[in-house]
């Protein structure tokens, strides 16, 4: 007795330890997704020390006036001394309601930008992309949970180890530097780099902070002056967006501004920048742009203009006429600025040589070939541009020069972009090869068992995995990156993966009856053994044959989520499982969503899973109550149980 009612539950211990390791996978899926994307290591570009390309030999006319022979790469100072205030955690509508820029004195002498940042919303990693001009691309360092950074992510000293920065050619020039910030910048920070340094708690109001600066800045100085407020977005991580502490961080933003730009700095000999690092009201599919701000010496006000984050170093380096970090790719925001056209075909063309030089480098460092060395149309177009430039600059034609070097530097951007792309394709094949073997060793055995059932179940559970990508699409949403947060993403997936798993279910409920006639031919209806004799019946009711199709349904669907997990996760280690010490590959931000996305509906299909076989028996209880099915008359009745004849009896009379 014990032993056939184990028999009997056999089945559903199984499915339950199944739905219990799809679960478990599921859970720390994401976790170990993040912590892989969060691996990837900075690529180390040897990038040479850029050559100046207003310099001219003897047969090319000498020297011209304003070039540094001795410091190839620097430009003509425009500002005696830079400021450069970040404030953690600034809005666009910060910049557009804090009374200090509001002031129409201000306003007179002001300009601003509107700057693009990267995919991700990081607090402290905008460090690097202030002070190197470098993306995240390059630098990695990129964390999903600013709040709770991962273990596996690169600190901020290994980045500033691996690329040049503002720091380190402000040094090179021999002038002096400061920073008025958090401990953590200032750790993060090369300590022989700095002059003057003052750290302060995160949560130190931004006034406690400006009124050391601006002391600072009034009897020592510095050429170029780091000053951190990040009370605001401190109190917005800890608070909310919309708390008491909030807007009273807010408020002592303002006066902290109002000192800095007031006439204890001499705006007529210092340049002053405001901007942010992040913006943590930004809703998931808005644009990440943070406000910018800059006014004194050398600016020139007028309206604001688009940029991008990595922009703030090479405009930094141009205002102090220092050699622009040789990882950098942003462009100098000329229109910002009030500079001679000699200085600004200079500065342009020191631009151009250090892009150009870190475009090679990149190309180098992934193993790609060089455009030039395939005779690439647009580069060799950009090469034209550089010499009509260069000899432009030679003539003393210096108007034309940031119109002709705008294209290279676009190409050289988009140049990046493609190798990229062309190193990306190679991964893809590696991904594409691992998928199809993954894929053949199920065809081939639904070739050889070629069970109809198995078949319906597979096909459920296909159109259960692919619908949650089309709801999602349907709901106007784009699969890129920055789409949906992860913890948005992952509170939907729940009902996308049930409806997912509803539709899939009719696909056995459909075809049940078709699998169950084809199962019959298959046996024949002649056959000498009694069980499959009596397999012939039609039983009135088959729960054995539904919870079966069922948890075929549940194997296909943990092989799909395991398909994903390797085809998507693992390919960025090379070909198979992560057996080398090789670092990770690229991150790609695209392929990075189109993973959460996977394994986030997947504990949604697990815990679906639970309920599915009374979905599948009430679903075709359903389905024959419709059509009215009886026990078929004509349908063949097991010859043991069919009801005997009674026997003919005669009366004999006496």
Request: net charge neutral; glycine share 6%.
């Amino acid at each position: 007795m014990v032993k056939h009612w184990l028999g009997r539950l056999r089945g559903p211990f199984l499915y339950l330890m199944l739905i219990g390791g799809l679960a478990t996978l599921a859970y720390f899926a994401p976790m170990w997704l993040r912590n892989s994307l969060e691996s990837f290591r900075p690529l180390q570009l040897e990038v040479a020390p850029v050559q100046s390309l207003t310099r001219f030999d003897a047969t090319e006319g000498g020297t011209p006036a304003g070039s540094d022979i001795n410091r190839p790469g620097t430009t003509a100072p425009l500002s005696n001394r830079v400021v450069v205030v970040v404030v953690n955690g600034l809005s666009l509508e910060d910049a557009e309601l804090l009374p200090v820029f509001q002031n129409e004195r201000f306003k007179s002498i002001s300009t601003g930008a509107y700057l693009f940042t990267g995919p991700v919303q990081p607090t402290a990693p905008a460090l690097v992309t202030l002070l190197t001009g470098a993306t995240t691309d390059l630098t990695s360092g990129f964390t999903l949970d600013p709040t709770l950074p991962s273990e596996t992510a690169p600190t901020l000293e290994q980045q500033f180890a691996q690329f040049d920065h503002l720091l380190n050619s402000i040094k090179r020039n021999n002038f002096t530097t400061a920073l008025f910030g958090t401990p953590e910048w200032y750790l993060a920070l090369p300590p022989d780099k700095l002059d003057y340094y003052a750290t302060f708690d995160p949560r130190q109001p931004s006034l406690d902070v400006a009124d050391n600066a601006v002391n600072f800045l009034k009897k020592k100085s510095a050429n170029f002056t780091l000053v951190q407020l990040s009370a605001l977005g401190r109190a917005q991580l800890d608070y909310g967006l919309n708390s008491p502490q909030t807007l009273e961080a807010r408020q002592n933003l303002n006066s902290a501004l109002v000192r800095l730009t007031g006439d204890e700095i001499d705006l007529k000999n210092t340049t002053l920048i405001i901007t942010g690092d992040w913006d943590n009201s930004v809703k998931a599919g808005d644009r990440w742009t943070v406000p910018l701000v800059m006014a004194g010496q050398a600016i020139q006000p007028g309206e604001k203009t688009w940029g991008r984050q990595e922009d703030v170093a090479s405009t930094v380096a141009a205002l102090l006429g220092v050699e622009i970090p040789r990882h950098n790719q942003g462009r100098v925001l000329g229109n910002l600025l009030s500079m001679p056209a000699l200085d600004r075909g200079e500065k342009f063309l020191a631009l151009v040589e250090q892009r150009m030089a870190l475009d090679t480098a990149y190309r180098l460092r992934l193993g790609l070939t060089l455009p030039l060395a395939v005779n690439d149309p647009l580069a060799v177009e950009a090469e034209k541009n550089v010499k009509v430039a260069r000899q432009n600059y030679r003539l003393g034609s210096y108007d034309g020069i940031e119109g002709a070097v705008d294209w290279v530097l676009r190409y050289t951007r988009t140049d990046m972009d493609d190798a990229r792309q062309e190193w990306f394709v190679e991964a893809r094949w590696q991904r594409a090869i691992l998928g199809v073997a993954l894929l053949v060793v199920p065809l081939l055995l639904l070739l050889i068992w070629r069970s109809a059932l198995s078949l319906l179940a597979a096909g459920g559970a296909l159109v259960a995995t692919a619908l949650p990508y089309g709801l999602y699409w349907l709901e106007g949403k784009h699969f890129a990156f920055n789409s949906s947060s992860l913890s948005a993403l992952q509170e939907s997936s729940y009902w996308r993966a049930a409806i997912g798993l509803l539709v899939g279910l009719l696909i056995p409920v459909l075809g049940f009856d078709w699998a169950e006639k084809r199962r019959i031919r298959r046996r024949g209806r002649v056959d000498l053994t009694y069980q499959q004799f009596a397999d012939l019946r039609r039983p009135p009711f088959p729960l054995a044959r539904l919870f079966t199709a069922c948890l075929l349904m549940l194997l296909w669907l943990v092989f799909f989520s395991l398909f994903v997990w390797f085809v998507w996760f693992y390919w960025r280690f090379g070909y198979f499982l992560p057996l080398t010490d090789q670092p990770p590959l690229l991150p790609d931000h695209n392929a990075s969503f189109l993973q959460f996305f996977a394994v986030s509906h997947t504990l949604g299909f697990a815990i679906a899973m639970l309920v599915a076989p009374l979905l599948l028996i009430g679903l075709y209880w359903f389905k024959r109550r419709l059509r009215g099915d009886r026990l078929d008359e004509d349908e063949e009745q097991d010859s043991l149980k069919a009801p005997r004849p009674m026997p003919k009896t005669s009366i004999i009379k006496a």
